[in-house]
C-alpha cells in the first residue's frame, strides 16, 4: 500500500483545472512511531507548492535552522549529485541498529521531518523563462541505453543500471522516488524515432520497478535474455575449438534451440516508498498522448512528472504549454502533478492553471546568486508597502548590488515578515555591505526573503483558487508585473570585482582565469603564461576591466 495520500480540497470554476490540496506521507518515522491518525510526524505539502530545492541535499544558502523556519513541506534532492562513486557498493557501511534496521537518506541528511523526494537528476536550470539553451550538466554527456541512464556527477559521467537503481532505493528509503527514465538530454532537437524509443524504454523500466517493489523478481526477464546470450556465445566459442569433421557432424545433430529459463529471486519489497512517474514524449504531440496515456494506466504509479527542460531551446513558450497541457489532461485527476523546469512566478501561474500541483523552489535559489531580492506578490493579500525598485526598473525585484542601496537604511521590503526584513533587523544598504565585502550572511539573509516570498506567493495562489479568482489575479499580476528577463549569467560589474579582489587575496592562481589575474594585477608571477592570440582571454579582459571601471 502507498505511503502518500493526495487530496483535493477546491477546485476552480471551468474550464480551469487547477485546483488545492495536501499531499503527506502516512507511514511510521525514523523511530517508527505515528500519531493516533497512523500519519508520520512529516510536514505537510500544501499543493498548489513546492519541494525546496537542494544541491547535495542541502538547501542552498540557508542553516538547518533557517531552512525550517520556510513554510515548504518537501525537499528535492537529485541522485545525479547525492550519489558517491562507490555506492551502492559502499552501503554495506550504514550503520543500522536493532530499533533502525535501516539508515536512509533522510536520517544521512538529517531531514526526517520533510517530505523526501529523491530524483534522478536536477532539473532547475533551464526553465522556459530563463534560458534558451539546453543546460550544460544535463546535455552532452552521451546516450542512454537499454542498460543504464547516463548522470553528470561532480566526480564525471557514471552509469546507473536498473539494478544499481534498485538497490539506491532500496537503502535510501525515500518517501517520493522519481522512476528511473530514459530523458532526453541531448544538445539537439531529438527525432521521433528517438523519442518513441525513449518511452518505450521508460515504460518497460517502470513496468520493472513496480514488479520489484511489491517484491517481485521484475529483472527476471533480463537475466533470462543474458544467459541465453551467454550459452550461445559459449556454443559459438566450443564449435570455433572443433576440428572442420566434427564441426560437420554437431551441425548435423543439432536439435532446435530450446528456451533459456532462470529462476525467480526474492527480492525485498519497499512499498513505503511512493512511485512518480515520468511523462515523456519532448516536441511531438502524439508521443506525449502514447506516453501520458500508457504511463495513467499503471495503477501502480502515485504520481506524475512532466519536464519541461527538454523542450528549451527548440519549442518556443506556446508550444511548451500546449504540449504540457496535452500530458496533463489525459493523466488522473486523482493522482499529483508535478512539473520540473517550472520557476518564474508568472510561469507557475499558467501551470496550475492547466492543473499542475508541484514545482520547486530554483526560482529563490537563482535570484539569491545573482544578488536580487523578491518585490512581487500575488492578489492584494500578499501585497506589502509599495517598494522603491531602484535603477534596474523592474518592479518584481531589486538588484542589491547596485551601488544605490547603499545609503538605503530601510527593509528590503516593508512590512515582509522573513527572518531579513522582520523588524528592520537588516537593511538594504547594510545587505548592500555585505555582498561588497562578500560575506556569506549576505545570500543567508537573500535567500531567506526570497523563499519566504515564494512561499507567500504560493499562498496567495492557494487563496485564489479556493476564491475562483486565479484567473482575474493572473491578469493583474501579468499588468504590474510584466515577464521574467531572460537569465543570461551576466554578473554584476560590483559582483565581477569583488569576486576577483577575492581570488587575489586567496592566491587561488593555479585554476584562475586569464581575465582575473589580469584584472587584479599579478602579472608573470601569478599564472602561466597566456598564448599568443587567445582571443577568449582577451574578452574576459575587458570584461573585467570595463565592470571596474563602472563600480
Known amino acids: 500500500m502507498s505511503p502518500l495520500r493526495f487530496c483535493i480540497h477546491a477546485s476552480a470554476p471551468e474550464p480551469a483545472r487547477a485546483r488545492c490540496g495536501t499531499l503527506s506521507i502516512s507511514k511510521a518515522d525514523q523511530h517508527g512511531s505515528t500519531d493516533q491518525n497512523g500519519s508520520s510526524s512529516k510536514r505537510v505539502i500544501e499543493t498548489p507548492g513546492c519541494f525546496m530545492y537542494s544541491i547535495k541535499g542541502s538547501v542552498p544558502h540557508l542553516t538547518p535552522d533557517n531552512m525550517r523556519l520556510q513554510d515548504f513541506g518537501g525537499i528535492h534532492v537529485s541522485l545525479e549529485q547525492i550519489l558517491q562513486t562507490d555506492q551502492p557498493g559502499s552501503f554495506t557501511k550504514w550503520p543500522s541498529t536493532p530499533a533502525s534496521p535501516k539508515f536512509t537518506l533522510a536520517d544521512y541528511l538529517h531531514l526526517q521531518d520533510l517530505i523526501l523526494l529523491c530524483d534522478l537528476r536536477d532539473y532547475s536550470s533551464p526553465s522556459p523563462s530563463s534560458s534558451s539553451t539546453p543546460d550544460s550538466s544535463t546535455s552532452r554527456i552521451g546516450p542512454n541505453t537499454d542498460r543504464h541512464v547516463l548522470l553528470s556527477t561532480p566526480k564525471g559521467v557514471r552509469q546507473l543500471t536498473l539494478d544499481d537503481y534498485l538497490k539506491v532505493v532500496r537503502q535510501f528509503q525515500p518517501d517520493i522516488v522519481s522512476a528511473l527514465a530514459d530523458n532526453i538530454t541531448d544538445a539537439k532537437e531529438p527525432a521521433q524515432k528517438r523519442v518513441h524509443k525513449s518511452i518505450d524504454r521508460t515504460l518497460r523500466w517502470l513496468d520493472q520497478i513496480l514488479v520489484e517493489r511489491q517484491g517481485g523478481d521484475g529483472r527476471i526477464e533480463d537475466r533470462r535474455v543474458e544467459e541465453e546470450k551467454r550459452v550461445k556465445k559459449e556454443k559459438k566459442e566450443r564449435r570455433k575449438a572443433m576440428a572442420k569433421e566434427q564441426q560437420r557432424l554437431e551441425d548435423n545433430k543439432q536439435e532446435p534451440e530450446s528456451r533459456v529459463e532462470v529462476s525467480p529471486i526474492a527480492t525485498e519489497a519497499w512499498t513505503d516508498v511512493a512511485v512518480f512517474a515520468n511523462v515523456q514524449g519532448s516536441q511531438f504531440e502524439e508521443e506525449r498522448i502514447w506516453s501520458a496515456e500508457e504511463t495513467a494506466k499503471r495503477e501502480g504509479v502515485d504520481g506524475f512528472i512532466v519536464n519541461t527542460a527538454e523542450l528549451t531551446g527548440w519549442c518556443g513558450k506556446d508550444e511548451i504549454w500546449k504540449l504540457v497541457q496535452t500530458s496533463i489532461e489525459r493523466l488522473p ?195 602561466k603564461k597566456r598564448p599568443e592570440g587567445d582571443e577568449k582571454a582577451e574578452k574576459e579582459i575587458k570584461k573585467v576591466k570595463k565592470a571596474q571601471g563602472s563600480a
Open 333 to 527: 485527476a486523482q493522482k499529483p502533478r508535478l512539473v520540473s523546469g517550472i520557476q518564474a512566478p508568472e510561469d507557475i501561474l499558467k501551470a496550475v492553471a492547466l492543473g499542475v500541483d508541484l514545482f520547486d523552489t530554483s526560482y529563490p535559489y537563482q535570484l539569491t546568486e545573482d544578488g536580487k531580492a523578491s518585490l512581487y506578490y500575488f492578489g492584494e493579500s500578499g501585497a506589502a508597502t509599495a517598494p522603491t525598485t531602484g535603477s534596474s526598473n523592474n518592479s518584481r525585484w531589486i538588484n542589491l548590488w547596485d551601488d544605490e542601496h547603499g545609503d538605503k537604511f530601510v527593509p528590503i521590503l516593508e512590512g515582509c515578515e522573513c527572518y531579513a526584513c522582520k523588524g528592520s533587523k537588516h537593511s538594504r544598504a547594510y545587505i548592500n555591505h555585505l555582498l561588497k565585502t562578500h560575506e556569506m550572511l549576505a545570500t543567508v539573509l537573500l535567500m531567506s526573503h526570497n523563499m519566504y516570498q515564494y512561499g507567500k506567493f504560493f499562498a496567495a495562489v492557494r487563496e485564489a483558487v479556493k476564491a475562483g479568482t486565479l484567473d482575474q489575479s493572473s491578469k493583474t499580476f501579468h499588468e504590474k508585473f510584466g515577464v521574467e528577463p531572460i537569465r543570461t549569467g551576466e554578473k554584476h560589474p560590483a559582483q565581477i570585482v569583488v569576486e576577483a579582489a577575492l581570488s587575489k587575496r586567496n592566491q587561488r592562481l593555479d585554476g584562475a582565469e586569464p581575465a582575473v589575474v589580469e584584472a587584479i594585477g599579478l602579472g608573470e608571477k601569478g599564472m
